[in-house]
Structure formats: structure tokens, C-alpha cells
């Protein structure tokens, strides 16, 4: 293979933006085909980036001899359909996150994947941002001395989409998996695996406490690394606008490290000072991380998230919730 050549399973809003032009964008890198079930949204999609070829039937974009590879950007509850349809077309896949509505699916698609040559690689996107690419690089060099604990916190109101199940599928357990745990954490824990390795012990509770809709609302957790960090951890989507946050801090010996998980920039505390590190926003968030997927397609590279990885993920996430 000298090109990845894509076809995109799903070209709704994350593909508009994040993650679509990307594929355009990246070296040795092509978008052929989008498909959606709905042929005038596949049509306009197409035709508004240029994308030479549109479908409305997923048959008919695995059936493409050309296309090698291809992104799958439903919700979750296809997941595991489309994914072993792909690899059966013997397509190697980027797979949005969650991998699966749960462990038991994924466990599924993994032993399906060992069957077969296919590659496949997680949307966990965030792993190839630069924030969090620095974040990595002072843990290793224990920029905040030997890391004790970690402390994440999610807050965010209700909005009134969170009442129309019909169009806001991320409350809808039977098409999410869960609530807006399961549609943001993925990212969150992910990045906490990258950073610490192996969770040890987990343990949660959660809770519909507004009764807005028929899935948690509040998450609250906490757990053991196998280094010996600790983490807690708590998402809350019934809170006033007032009180929203979106925060991580990692508490060292010698300092902290304190983020946003959707923000682009760092601030170190020490004994000594305090530093604030910017990054540049990235305009297609995705584009780092199709980029090192492109090269393990291409055999160039590491696999960036493996589904061995979305796994722990999603495990993680059925204690908790």
C-alpha cells in the first residue's frame, strides 16, 4: 500500500470539522467516498468537500475495490456491526470512540480482528494533540516530581437538548451506551492509561439524578494505577451554568500540572513559579492523530491506540457507570 484511500462510514458533525478535511489534508492520504443513509445529506456532504464519490448504502462504499480503509463515525451502537462488516471486506478501519456500547462488543470486534490482517486504530485523538503530548513528555521527565494523585472534574449544564431523545442520541442508552459519560469519558481515561499505564482498582457510582433522560447523569469515581496513582474523578451534567468546569489537575512532589481537556493550554505550579505553556489551536483536531494512523496503514509506524486499548477503556467505564 502507497496510499491510504478512505471512505467515510458516517459524514455527520464530527466528520464535518474535526475530523473529515483531515483525510484530505494528510500525506499519502485520500478521501474518495462518504456515506450517510440519508442520500441528500451523503450528496451534500460530497459535493461541499469535494469528495468525489457519495453513497447511501454501506455495502455499496465496502464493495469500492479502491478504497482500503475506512472511518466509521456512527454512534455507537453500529459500531460493532460496521466494524466486522469492514474487516469481512478486509478494509483497515479508524473507529470513533467508544469502540463498542460495551466490553462484551469489544471483545467481539478484537477477536474478529486477529482473525483477519485488517489494521484498526481508535479515535482516541487527543493522544497526538500537542497539550497533551507535553503533558506526557514532563511526566516522563518528573517535571512535578513523583506523581501522587490525579483529579478530574466535569461539570456542565443542561441544555434544552438534553430533553429531545429523538435528535440528541448521547443521552439515548440503546445508541450511546450511556449518557454524556459515555460520549466524554472515553477521552478522559484514555489519556489517563497513556499517561499512567494499567488502572489497579476501580470504583463507582452513578446516578439519574435530574431524571431528564434515561441515563446517569452523574459519575463519580475513583481508582488505583498499577505505579501506586491515585485518581478521582467526577462528571456532573445537572449543574448550574455557573459552576462548570472542565478540569484535570496531576499533583507531584514537587508541583502540579493542571489542564482542560478540551482547551490548548498548560500551567505548571512549583515550588519555585508558575508557568503557562499556549499551543496553537489545530483547525481539523483530528488531523495529528490520522496522520500517525496513516502511517501505521502504510507500515510506517506504531499503531497509535489499538483496540486492545479501547478495551481497557470501555472496561474502566462499565465499573464506573
Known sequence: MKEVIWGIIGCGAVAEQKSGPAFQKSENSRLLAVMRRNADKAKDFAHRHAVPLWYNEVDDLLNNSEINAVYIATPPVSH???????????????LEKPMALNREEADIIIKALKKSDVKLSLAHYRRKLPVFTKVRELLDQEAIGKVGFVDIQVLQSQGP?????MENWRVNPRISGGGYFHDLAPH????????FGDFDQVHGFSENQSGSYNAADIV???????????LRGIWNFNVSEGDQKDQCIIYGSKGSIKFSFYGSALFIQSEQSTKTISFDQIPHVQQPMIETVNSYFLGKGPNPCSAEEGLKTLQIMDVLS
Open 220 to 230: 463519580n469515581g475513583i481508582a488505583t494505577f498499577v505505579n501506586g496513582v491515585h
Open 80 to 94: 460493532l456491526e460496521l466494524t466486522l462488516k469492514a474487516i469481512k471486506a478486509g478494509k483497515n478501519i479508524y
Open 161 to 165: 437538548q438534553d430533553f429531545e431523545l
Open 188 to 195: 478522559h481515561l484514555d489519556l489517563m492509561l497513556l499517561f
